[in-house]
């Protein structure tokens, strides 16, 4: 596997988001390469939905709903992926200046597998997509601004010969159009919110059994990584990037997490930049968010967690030297404890470290060439007493092998663990003396 340029230029292979600013609806019409045939019906008028799932290298757009419902009942038998044609555009929202370059954008044909008839009676058509496949991302990665932007992405459809309804009447679609952002439930599930400050940031409410009972529930705390911030310069903040470039907060909210939890809330805010510009001045920001959290929802102040990724793991290791009674738990992932310049000060000194009092499970990998294992994950560790680390010898996860950087995977699939347990059951036991 190729060293990649960055972290996040495995962008180009499907790392996703989807803005605040919604997606453009744009009009996609058909080619009239269906022709009308002796009975068919006029063609007729169909907006269609871009569906999308969060991989764990970035959200993809995997299938897109046809509302055919309102035609009638439609044949299943024929619905074959010859059928339709799908071209997609993917661009970047804001202007690239001279000499940037953005990794992740597209122009091509997708390939339609198979095509199947929802319990709504519309049409959906299932699209190739996996880890490391070009063209599908919801994300773009912009080298100069080291940011993740929501791309706009313009479909077109086409019908190439007709369908049949149960009652073998054809049925011609005259023109696609496209709604409006895509539909992800998982991400969808976590609602919007801005800080008295001005900081955005999602939330994940408990939901079913674990919202009826009664008691206060956890609240874990996601840090994002460098490239999910806002690009303020260019007025881009958009308060997505950090729940689609990857499963880290998505992963606290699956079934499997809130049953080891007992139900969570997860909180996911969103720097004006990168947590390690100004992590002094981000700490209070973050505070605030949380105690307006824990104001407005039941929520157990002996059970708040912290967890971040990279940029995030620094923070996440930060707001326990400023507020050493505030969290259960820690759990740093490749965060970044040295100078960013040769010889400069530390981001966090040693003497910080090693007064490090939240219980802490630190997790890297030893193939990270964006943040040095050694000189920052296995140091911390080395400082902050009573720390837990989980070393990997790479990143690699139903077969397919990430950047070194990117072990956040192994921690949104709770696969870190330590005499048997896991990484999220550990913090799930910790509570705040």
């Known amino acids: 596997m190729a060293t990649p340029i960055s972290r996040r230029t495995v962008l180009a292979a499907g790392t996703g988001a989807a803005a605040g600013l919604s997606l453009p609806g744009v009009a996609a019409h058909a080619d009239d390469r ?4 002796a009975g068919a019906s006029p063609g007729v008028d169909v907006r269609f939905t871009l569906n999308a799932q969060v991989l764990d290298g970035g959200e993809q757009v995997t299938s897109i709903t046809l509302r055919t419902a309102r035609l009638g009942p439609i044949d299943p038998a024929s619905l074959t992926p010859g059928k339709f044609g799908v071209h997609a555009k993917a661009t970047s929202p804001i ?13 091509l044909d997708r390939t339609v597998t198979a095509v199947r ?5 519309d049409i959906v058509l299932d699209l190739s997509h996996a880890e490391g496949v070009t063209g599908g991302g919801t994300l773009g990665y912009i080298a100069g601004r080291g940011r993740n932007v929501v791309l706009d992405l313009t479909y077109t459809l086409t019908q190439q010969s007709p369908i049949t309804s149960r009652d073998h009447r054809p049925i011609i679609i005259k023109n696609f159009v496209q709604g409006r952002g895509v539909s992800d439930p998982e991400v969808d599930a976590f609602s919007h ?8 940031y999602r939330l994940y409410s408990p939901t079913g059994s674990h919202a009826s009972r009664r008691g206060k529930r956890p609240l874990i705390v996601w840090l994002h990584g460098g490239g999910e911030g806002a690009s303020l310069p260019d007025d881009y903040y958009d308060n997505e990037t950090t729940l689609r470039a990857n499963r880290g907060a998505l992963g606290f909210a699956t079934p499997q997490a809130q049953r080891i939890f007992d139900g969570a809330y997860v909180l996911a805010p969103q720097s004006t930049s990168a947590w390690m510009q100004d992590g002094p001045r981000f700490a ?19 059970r708040i967690y912290v967890v971040g990724c990279s940029n995030g793991g620094y923070m996440s290791m930060k707001m326990t030297t400023v507020y050493p009674t505030l969290f259960a738990a820690s759990v740093p992932i490749c965060g970044v404890v040295t100078s960013l310049q040769p010889g400069g000060a530390p981001l966090i000194p040693d003497s910080e470290l090693a007064r490090i009092s939240t219980p802490s499970w630190l997790v ?35 077969g397919h092998r990430f950047a070194g950087h990117w072990s956040w995977i192994y921690v949104a699939r709770n696969d870190p663990s330590i005499d048997g347990t896991h990484i999220w059951q550990w913090m799930a036991a910790r509570h705040r003396h």
């Open 117 to 121: 008839l929802d319990r709504h009676g």
């Open 284 to 302: 209070p920001l973050i505070r605030e968010i949380i105690g307006d959290v824990v104001r407005g929802n039941r929520i157990d102040h002996d």
């Open 364 to 398: 890297t990998s030893r193939d990270d060439t964006t943040v040095d294992p050694q000189a920052n994950t296995v140091h911390a560790h080395g400082l902050i007493p009573d720390s837990l680390m989980t070393l990997y010898d790479d990143v690699t996860w139903n």
């Open 193 to 200: 919110h801005v800080s008295g400050s001005g900081m955005k």
């Open 95 to 107: 202007p690239i200046g001279a000499g940037d370059v953005i990794f992740g954008e597209y122009d």
């Open 34 to 37: 269906a022709t009308t045939g």
